[in-house]
């Protein structure tokens, strides 16, 4: 918790970057997404910066966990199972990975499908085989597809895909939908990465709590207009929440024009954890107000505290359908939980850098 408030980190995802999944001729991509790493820290927590072996590794699931419970104050994570990418040759985060980590700790997680076929009837066929092995609670997408050596972006507007894609999560009882947006990652094409085409999906599929991942990066205005007007649409701030380090007064302009013109009900925080570490971001948080000269600037409001419950967990713990109560009583007393009460000077991936994991004494 932070305070009195249950934080819930809304999009987790452990990369597997390792060599052996490396795809050939990706080396220029796979340097800029560490170097985006390496820039998400500022120079106050360098010691989070990840070193290029711990980065460029199967990341470890157990790592990942410890980082979020016992070296940072989040009680909760959804974890996003992610397609290729255009720069692995497999899963990023592979989704038997994550269904695994579910299992061993089901108080402390959930997660999202993912498919990576271009055929529909072969997409909508991975899902359903997903939703029949796994605890599936949501499906992530990523608007492009890779294959043949080219990478493809599809719409989220598209009769032919998307529709026919989302009718099936529906019928297989899924109600939460995540979309990467907003952040170009190449190989893929710029254009997949528009959010000209959520409307018609927010407005056909009204049922489906739709979440715009990487909300804040690029088309604030953008983004406004389709918070305003649709309140199945949710913006997860993966990355955006990056920039309170790295980019202050861009998060608090981001942040101050979502607030005034958005309201809290609809944002959610993300870390985006290994790729960032969720410990800076809240303790930046926790006491968080935009400079008066952005809010006279851009004429703006300032956060509230039901703001910020609202974006650190409340928001995310109504998509899933559960309380607060229920995520403390879960978690009440588990190997994290008496972990982090033992020693509260652990270090940043000290799974990774000292061997051991919370798992061990839960």
Known sequence: MLGNTVVV??????????????????????????????LAFGDRYRDHVLTREEFFADFS??????????????DFAVIHSLPSLGFVRDHVTKPARAAALVAKYPQRFQMYAT????????????????????????????????YDGRGEGWRMDSLEYAAPLLEAARDLGLRNIA???????KPAPKEAFAIDDLHEALDRFSDLRIQMVHAGTAFLDQTVD??????????????????LVSKPELFGRVLGTLLTHCGSEQLMFSSGVNLMHPA??????????????????????????????????????????????????????????????SDDRIGPWHALRAGTTAGAVS
């Open 9 to 38: 980190d809304a999009v987790v995802h452990p990369y597997d970057l390792c060599s052996a999944n490396q795809a050939p001729g990706a080396e220029r991509q796979l340097e800029a997404v560490y170097g985006a790493h390496r």
């Open 61 to 74: 699931y157990e790592a990942m966990a410890e980082a979020l419970f016992v070296e940072s104050p989040v």
């Open 115 to 146: 498919v990576d076929a271009p055929q529909t009837d072969v997409a909508i066929a991975q899902l359903e085989q997903q939703v029949a092995d796994y605890q599936v609670i949501g499906l992530k997408l990523y608007p492009a597809f890779f």
């Open 179 to 185: 979309v990467h947006k907003a952040l170009w990652l």
């Open 226 to 243: 389709l918070l305003r007007n649709h309140p199945n649409m949710y913006a997860t701030l993966e990355t955006t929440f990056q920039y």
């Open 280 to 341: 800076p971001l809240l303790a930046e948080f926790a006491d968080y107000t935009i400079p008066e000269a952005i809010l006279d600037e851009f004429d703006l409001r300032q956060i509230s505290e039901e703001d910020r419950r609202n974006i650190l967990g409340r928001n995310s713990l109504r998509l899933q359908g559960l309380t607060d109560e229920e995520i403390l009583a879960g978690i009440d007393g588990d190997g994290f939980s008496r972990l982090r009460e």
